[in-house]
C-alpha cells in the first residue's frame, strides 16, 4: 500500500548580500538549524551561501541531490534580491522566506543584517517574477524564532506537495438535484491536481472482480476488531471488505504519474441496491488511511479533506452543514454552560462517513431515510453500512475549498469545537459551535453560493489553511467574522 500523505525534508539556503559580511549569515543560518534540531525538525543547510545567480544555482543543486522536497531561504543578512527569488523558481517544490532580527544591541556595526529591510525588496522581487511563496505572518525573528516559523510551514509545504501530486478519481454522475456538490473542474488544473472521470458501471465490474478475493477474510477480521460492539451485522463485513479491497486496487492501479488519490464516489440512490450495502463504512476506514472518500461525487469536498488530512497528517471527516439546534435543546444543555448563542450553534451531520477513531461508540447501522425509500422502511438489508454515532467532542476547524461557476476558486475557514452534547438523532453528527455562526451562514455560505458540505479537520489548523489557501492564488478567503467586523454585504442597521 503506498503512503497518501506526503513526507516532508526540508532544506534551506542561506543569502547574503556581497556588500555585508557573508560570516553574518552564514553564523545566524547555523543557528537556526540548531534550534530546528531542538523542535525534532530536520534540516539539510547547502553548504553554498547564496551571493549571487551562480551560488543560487549551486545551492539549488545541493539541496535538490540531498532530496530536499520543501525549502527555506533565509536571508540572514538584506540578502541579494534577484539570486534569492530566482532560487524559488528554480526549486520544484513549496518554498518559504524567512529573515534573521539583529541580535545584540552591542554589535549593530559589523555585525548588523538590515534583513528586516532586505525582506521587502525580497517580497518586491518575488512578484515581480510572480513566484509564489509561504511568507511567515512576522516573518523575522532570532534562531528560535525562525526555527518555531520553520515548524508552521511544514503542514503547509505537506499539503502544497500533496496537491501537485495528487489524483481525484470519481465515480459517477452526481445525484440527481445534488447540483451544490458539482462545481467546474478547471480549478483543479490551476493548482496542479489530475482527475480521471469514471462511471459507477466501472466501480461494480471491478468490485464484482474481487469476489471470492483470498484478502477478504483479514480485511474482515480488522473490521471487526476496530468496531467491538458496534458491529451490528458480522454478516455484512464480507461485502464491504470487498469494496475496501476495490477501492484501494484501484487506487493503486490508477494513480499513473501521480503520488497521491483521493475519491469522490457516488453513494445513492442506485449504489446500495446493487453493491447490497451502503458505503458509508468504507469510506470511513480509507479516510482514517489517508485516503479521504467523498460522498455525493463531490469532488471539492474531497479536494478540501486531503488538503486538510495533509496539514494534520491525521483523518478528516466531510459533513452536511445540516440542521438548527432546537431551542429546548439549547435552553436546557448548552446555554449558561457554554459561550454560544443559539446562532452560533448547528448540527454537522453524514450518514455515516466519519473515521470510527472520531466518533463516541460508532456502531453499524442503516441508513434510516434510503431505507424508507428503497426498502419501504422495512427491515435494512442493502441499506444497511453506515458508521454512526455522535462525533467525539473537541476543536474543529470547518473549511472548503470550491470553485464558482466561473472557475474562479474561494474557499472559508472557520475555527470552532464539537460540544460534549449528546445529538439524540442518528447518523454521524454532532452539535458544533462557532463564534458569530449565523451571520457567516447568511453573508459567507449563502450569499457566497457555497455548496453544504464542509470539510472537518479535529483541531484549530485555521492558520495553516489560510497560509495553503494564499499559496495556492486563491483570493477569497473568509471566515467567521465578530461582530466588530461587518461582512461587505451585511446590513449595518
Known amino acids: 500500500m503506498f503512503s497518501n500523505i506526503p513526507e516532508v525534508k526540508l532544506g534551506m539556503i542561506a543569502v547574503s548580500r556581497d556588500c555585508f559580511p557573508i560570516s553574518v549569515s552564514d553564523g545566524r543560518s547555523k543557528k537556526v538549524v540548531e534550534e530546528c534540531k531542538k523542535l525534532g525538525i530536520d534540516v539539510f543547510l547547502a553548504p553554498t551561501i547564496a551571493e549571487d545567480e551562480n551560488d543560487a544555482m549551486k545551492a539549488a543543486g545541493e539541496v535538490k541531490e540531498a532530496g530536499c522536497t520543501a525549502l527555506v531561504v ?37 555585525g548588523r543584517g538590515d534583513a528586516y529591510c532586505g525582506m521587502l525588496n525580497c517580497s ?3 512578484g515581480l517574477r510572480k513566484i509564489a511563496a509561504y511568507i511567515p505572518e512576522y516573518p523575522v525573528g532570532d534562531a528560535a524564532d525562525c526555527a518555531k516559523m520553520i515548524a508552521e510551514f511544514i503542514p503547509v509545504a505537506r499539503a502544497i506537495i500533496g496537491l501537485r501530486g495528487l489524483k481525484i478519481i470519481t465515480f ?18 490551476d493548482i496542479g491536481v489530475e482527475i480521471e472521470e469514471n462511471s459507477e458501471l466501472d466501480l461494480l465490474v471491478s468490485y464484482r472482480e474481487h469476489a471470492g478475493d483470498k484478502r477478504i477474510d483479514d480485511v ?22 470487498q ?39 468504507v469510506n470511513s476506514r480509507l479516510a482514517e488511511k489517508g485516503i479521504p472518500v467523498a460522498c455525493e461525487v463531490d469532488i471539492y469536498g474531497a479536494l478540501s479533506e486531503f488538503i486538510g488530512t495533509c496539514i494534520t497528517g491525521a483523518p478528516v471527516t466531510l459533513l452536511d452543514i445540516n440542521n438548527t439546534v432546537p431551542k429546548d435543546m439549547y435552553e436546557s444543555e448548552i446555554k449558561g454552560k457554554y459561550d454560544y448563542t443559539l446562532k452560533d450553534t448547528f448540527m454537522g451531520f453524514h450518514c455515516g462517513n466519519t473515521p470510527f477513531c472520531r466518533l463516541s461508540n460508532g456502531a453499524i447501522k442503516y441508513q434510516l431515510i434510503q431505507n424508507r425509500t428503497l426498502e419501504n422502511g422495512g427491515t435494512p438489508d442493502f441499506t444497511r453500512g453506515t458508521l454512526e454515532g455522535d462525533i467525539a467532542p473537541g476543536e474543529i476547524t470547518f473549511f472548503r475549498l470550491q470553485s464558482n461557476a466561473d472557475t474562479s476558486l474561494q474557499a472559508y475557514v472557520a475555527e470552532g469545537e464539537i460540544l460534549p452534547v449528546a ?10 459551535a462557532i463564534h458569530e455562526m449565523g451571520r457567516f451562514y447568511r453573508h459567507v455560505l449563502i450569499a457566497k453560493h457555497y455548496p453544504h458540505h464542509g470539510a472537518v479537520a ?19 478567503i473568509s471566515f467567521n467574522q465578530p461582530k466588530s467586523m461587518l461582512y461587505s454585504d451585511e446590513c449595518p442597521f
Request: hydrophobic share 40%; charged share 20%.
Open 423 to 432: 445529538t439524540r438523532s442518528f447518523g454521524g453528527i454532532g452539535i458544533f
Open 74 to 110: 533565509f536571508l540572514g543578512n538584506f540578502g541579494p534580491e534577484t539570486p534569492e527569488t530566482i532560487i524559488a523558481k528554480s526549486f520544484d517544490g513549496p518554498v518559504m522566506y524567512v529573515a534573521a532580527a539583529e541580535e545584540t544591541g552591542d554589535n549593530l556595526i559589523n
Open 124 to 126: 518586491y522581487n518575488l
Open 220 to 241: 474482515v477480521k480488522d473490521m471487526a476488531a476496530e468496531l467491538g460492539v458496534g458491529n451490528a451485522y458480522p454478516d455484512l463485513l464480507p461485502r464491504m471488505a
Open 172 to 189: 459517477g454522475p452526481r445525484p440527481q438535484d445534488f447540483f451544490a456538490c458539482n462545481a467546474p473542474i478547471k480549478g483543479l488544473y
Open 243 to 281: 469494496f475496501e479491497l476495490t477501492l484501494l486496487d484501484w487506487a493503486e492501479n490508477h494513480r499513473g504519474a501521480r503520488k497521491y488519490v483521493v475519491f469522490a464516489d457516488k453513494c445513492w440512490p442506485a449504489f446500495p441496491k446493487e453493491f447490497g450495502f451502503e458505503p458509508c463504512y
Open 458 to 476: 479535529f483541531g484549530h489548523v485555521g492558520r495553516a489553511l489560510y497560509a495553503v489557501l494564499s499559496y495556492l492564488g486563491v483570493k477569497d
